[in-house]
């Protein structure tokens, strides 16, 4: 591989202003930025893990050239993530009169402000929204507020704000709108294909050229910590203190971020995020596109990859089960040398997967289920949104003709110390009637597959009786001739 050309300074816009920063620490949040050294305090700090959404912002970034605005954490978002975007606080806002912004204003005169701590990241999580629709159903200003927390518990008069924006201006000629081609340009003029570096030794940031620098990159710092979205990585700094260096983020390498779809199988590259990724996997696999909706708020989303879950390795990631469910495989590499290997083979143990110092996770391919084929997946948690998984099940079901079982694959998240197969329940089903008898014989074999453990979630004997209830729902929504499963719903314990 040809050495990389190297730049020692972040570039991106931050509201008007071009930045170029030569001292970042590479595990230095845009939040702390913005407010220690910027002094811009209305991005606060509420739980600083991405949960609460007080210190939304938008980043935007050039996606096939288009110029698209996301909300973000601040709080778990390095620097080092932003070369090459555009970060726009809550200061910038302003309607086009030079007074408040629509968004603003609605919230006022709808009283959506209470205390006003977590104002402005609802304010910003409501600018996101009405660009992308100025006319938003409630349905869809509810999944936009997912990653808002209101201690007051005001959401109904931050709902009507939300539907009353348009009354009070027009999207189009809204500033970001009105500024996007000179946006644009001025971030494709930040493109020019340099790593960029930051810091000596261990102490450093890297963000690779492309994904060939990468894999060179990583051929010589193996045990670089790699950060995609840093939804999990930024509480490894903001909760646990740890040290992450050096760092390499890989987030806007455009080679990580394309999705295709080739003789039936989706093939979603390392760095596609679960926004991304959501549109052709809610349309050719359908049960997935609740699940995704599911995951942190819209904020979490936008930055979390599915990649990233995969390799992170955690028993109670979302998108393993399902995926593994589905027969998937998943890309490694290392330098020029690539291999594929089936997903659930890459769950090694808890915290030890199958990848090698200096390898990192390229893209999964996901088969699409077969026509006439059952497919649904069930997750239980304490509350509906924005929780994690007590445990999560996914069930792929092929029935013969005479309504036996010619194949089923069951996997579940949070029951064991990695996502896993209930193999032996398969087994107890596998050529057997599809019927509750069939069922109801095969609940014993949950005790071989499966030991879960009791924490803060879920006690160990409700999470067995959970997953054992979770395929008796799967055989009451397939069984009896219906037609094949289109929707999964998820429930709240």
């Known amino acids: 591989m040809a050495r990389a050309r190297v730049r020692g300074e972040l570039r991106f816009l931050l509201n008007g202003e071009d930045v170029a920063l030569a001292d970042v620490g590479p595990d230095e949040t845009l939040l702390d930025y913005l407010r220690l050294r910027r002094s811009l305090r209305g991005t606060k700090e509420g739980c600083a893990e991405g949960d609460c959404g ?259 390795g955690s028993p109670i990631g979302d998108t393993p089960p399902p995926l593994i469910a589905l027969g998937a495989s998943l890309t490694l590499r290392k330098g020029r040398k690539r291999r594929t290997i089936p997903l659930e083979s890459y769950f090694i143990a808890y915290g030890k997967q199958d990848r090698q110092p200096g390898e990192f996770v390229e893209a999964v391919h996901v088969p699409v289920p077969a026509k006439g084929s059952h497919f649904a997946v069930h997750k239980v948690t304490k509350r509906r949104d924005e929780d994690i998984t007590a445990t999560l099940g996914a069930f792929h079901l092929a029935l013969a003709k005479d309504g036996t079982v010619a194949s089923i694959r069951i996997a579940y998240g949070g029951m064991a110390a990695t996502p896993k197969r209930a193999r032996a329940v398969e087994a107890a089903l596998t050529g057997k009637p599809w019927t509750e008898a069939t069922v109801d014989a095969a609940l014993a074999a949950y005790d071989i597959d499966f030991t879960p453990l009791t924490d803060m979630r879920a006690s160990a004997e409700y999470r067995q009786l959970a997953a054992k209830n979770l395929l008796r729902r799967f055989l009451a929504e397939t069984a009896g001739g219906k037609a094949p499963l289109t929707v999964g719903r998820q429930e709240a314990a």
């Open 54 to 312: 007080a210190c939304t912002v938008l980043v935007g970034k050039l996606a096939a050239g288009k110029l698209v605005y996301e909300s973000v954490n601040a709080c778990i978002r390095f620097l080092g993530s932003l070369d090459g975007c555009h970060v726009v606080t809550i200061e910038h806002l302003r309607g086009a009169d030079g007074g408040l912004h629509p968004v603003q204003q609605a919230m006022i005169d709808f009283h959506g402000s209470q205390c006003g701590f977590c104002t402005p990241g609802f304010v910003m999580s409501l600018y996101a929204l009405w660009m992308r629709s100025a006319s938003p159903s409630i349905a869809a200003i509810e999944k936009a507020l997912q990653g808002n927390l209101c201690r007051c518990t005001g959401y109904e008069a931050i709902v009507r704000a939300a539907q009353a924006v348009s009354r009070y201006g027009e999207t189009a000629k809204d500033p970001l709108a009105a500024e996007r081609r000179k946006v644009t340009a001025r971030l494709s003029a930040l493109k020019d294909g340099l790593r960029v570096e930051i810091g000596e030794g261990a102490r450093r940031l890297v963000v690779p050229a492309s994904v060939d620098d990468l894999a060179s990159v990583l051929d010589k710092s193996p045990n670089a910590t790699i950060v995609a979205g840093s939804t999990d990585v930024g509480l490894w700094v903001t909760k646990h203190m740890r040290d992450i260096s050096p760092v390499v983020f890989i987030g806007g390498l455009d080679g990580l971020r394309a999705m295709s779809m080739e003789k039936g199988v989706i093939t979603i590259g390392a760095g596609v995020t679960y926004s991304e990724a959501f549109a052709l996997l809610a349309r050719r696999i359908p049960p997935l596109g609740p699940l995704l909706d599911r995951i942190g708020g819209e904020q979490v989303r936008n930055m979390g990859t599915i990649g990233g879950n995969i390799a992170n």
